[in-house]
């Protein structure tokens, strides 16, 4: 509970072309000179700037419903060119809140606005995130489940009649990692039980049929990771064994057939790493060596072959970590070289020239972790930056805008884990939170509506 705590914003407002009549008066616009669209914890500080040629401004702050909570017209500080603020206001109710930075030029009648999200001071800590088509999964550091988006096809096993949730819900406890694909979820609860629910029209959930789940069905023990195809899906387990069920058309499964298993069947072992595309599907033996398998349509296997593989294929060797997307393979090296290859649609895989890599290429280096979303990617370096490439209809990429974009775009700072999803976007921060942008048609970005977000979100965790 957030009472009475007090917030103070240092607005710091950097006035050009002092004298106005040498040139037409220019509204003023507001630039943050911190990133993730403008957020701040209550009793921290958060810094502006506003470029403008008028001398005389004041600067409000205005509450969620618009009205005006303080305005300031003189600033406390003034050097070199830079006018300072100190602006503060009470947060009396609990819970996330959005207010907005109003500069307004008095002699031009004109403004400029800068929304600012305020983060509850014991904001939840989250530590695994998973993004699907219209659903988003995350776990926190007590090990409940929240989700939120889509409950169509039962991804969310909420009772029927509840369509979608626009803010996250609490569904399990003791939980220790998650995955999810378009429609299907998945969870390894602490005793090593791995429980699935959701769309299961190709057996993907393994339970021996293929009947959607609207509530939950333990498929095996032991389990270590998971991770779903569109229609297939892998399990590690603790001893290192590789397991695999579904739709097998492509051969994703990776037992030499093209024969669909309804339930969990045995691939190989030694294995540390794993991740499902749509339809291929990507292993780490314990000595770095990558394998890959499956449908090969768009080169995603990477072996410079146009047919698909039934067997495990080795790829390349020295690796640390995978993500498979729609069409394109990322494998990160332990040297923290990122490679992808596969299909270039959309710029994913760093190209402005569409078509099929079949073989690996370099695709940024200093890379400390990485996700591939259906048809874009992010990549965050050892200092914490976050790029993304690729699709960018829905701003998935977070920068702002909805164009495609075949070079790495800078989104932001301070990440340690991202995940991709079929248009939208998730990512940790440094101090736990978690934000979300892109589609958000079914509420996955879990902001409480149903409009799309060009820039990172803060995701509020309602605690009771």
């Known amino acids: 509970m957030l009472r009475n705590m007090k917030l103070y914003i240092c607005v710091a407002l950097l006035l050009l072309g002092m ?7 220019e509204a003023p616009r507001i630039e943050s000179i911190l990133p993730l669209n403008h957020s701040v914890r209550v009793g921290k500080t958060i810094q502006f700037q506003v470029w403008t ?38 947060a009396d109710e609990a819970g996330e809140r959005r207010v907005t930075l109003r500069a307004y030029a008095a002699r031009t009648h004109t403004s400029a606005y800068q929304t600012v999200t305020v983060i509850p001071e014991k904001a939840l800590r989250i530590v695994d995130i ?39 819900v609490q569904l399990m406890k003791n939980i220790r990692a998650v995955a ?109 060596r990558l394998l890959v398998w499956g449908s090969n349509a768009f080169g995603q296997i990477g072996d410079a072959k146009k047919s698909d593989a039934l067997f495990p294929q080795e790829i390349m060797a020295n690796c640390a970590d995978i993500s498979a997307g729609y069409g394109h393979s990322l494998a990160l090296t332990h040297d923290g070289a990122l490679w992808g290859w596969g299909l270039n649609t ?20 200093g890379v400390a972790s990485m996700a591939a979303g259906h048809s874009h ?35 932001t700072t301070d990440v340690t884990a991202v995940s991709g999803g079929f248009a939208h976007s998730l990512l940790l921060r440094g101090d736990g939170t978690l934000w979300a942008w892109g589609a958000n048609g079914t509420a996955q970005i879990g902001d409480g509506t149903f409009s799309d977000r060009l820039f990172p979100q803060y995701t509020y965790f309602e605690l009771s």
């Open 19 to 25: 004298g106005a009549g040498a040139r037409a008066a």
């Open 53 to 90: 040629n008028e001398s005389v401004l004041s600067l409000s702050v205005l509450g969620p419903d618009g009205e005006i909570e303080s305005s300031r017209t003189s600033p406390i500080a003034s050097e070199n060119g830079v006018k300072t603020w100190n602006i503060g206001w009470t």
């Open 130 to 168: 998973a993004a699907g088509k219209h659903h988003s999964l995350a776990l926190d550091e007590s090990g409940v489940l929240w989700g939120w988006g889509s409950n169509f096809c039962g991804e969310l096993a909420l009772p029927p009649g509840n369509p979608q949730k626009k803010r996250p």
């Open 180 to 288: 999810t694909n378009q429609s299907t979820s998945f969870a390894i609860h602490a005793d090593g039980h791995l429980y699935g629910w959701g769309l299961n029209a190709h057996g993907e959930l393994g339970d021996g049929t293929t009947e959607q789940r609207d509530s939950r069905v333990r498929i095996l023990r032991n389990a270590e990771k998971v991770s779903a195809g569109y229609a297939h899906t892998l399990a590690l387990d603790a001893d290192g064994t590789l397991w695999a069920w579904g739709d097998n058309s492509y051969g994703q499964l990776g037992t030499g057939d093209r024969e669909s298993a309804l339930r969990p069947v045995e691939v190989m072992r030694d294995i540390i790493r794993i991740a499902a595309g749509d339809d291929h599907s990507m292993a780490i033996t314990s000595d770095g």
């Open 346 to 365: 959309s710029g994913q895989l760093k190209s402005a020239s569409p078509g099929i890599h079949y073989t690996p290429a370099l695709q940024m280096e």
């Open 377 to 411: 990617t992010l990549a965050v370096t050892a200092e914490g930056m976050l790029w993304a490439w690729g699709n960018n209809d829905r701003g998935q990429l977070g920068n702002g805008e909805q164009r495609n974009q075949p070079r790495p775009q800078m989104i």
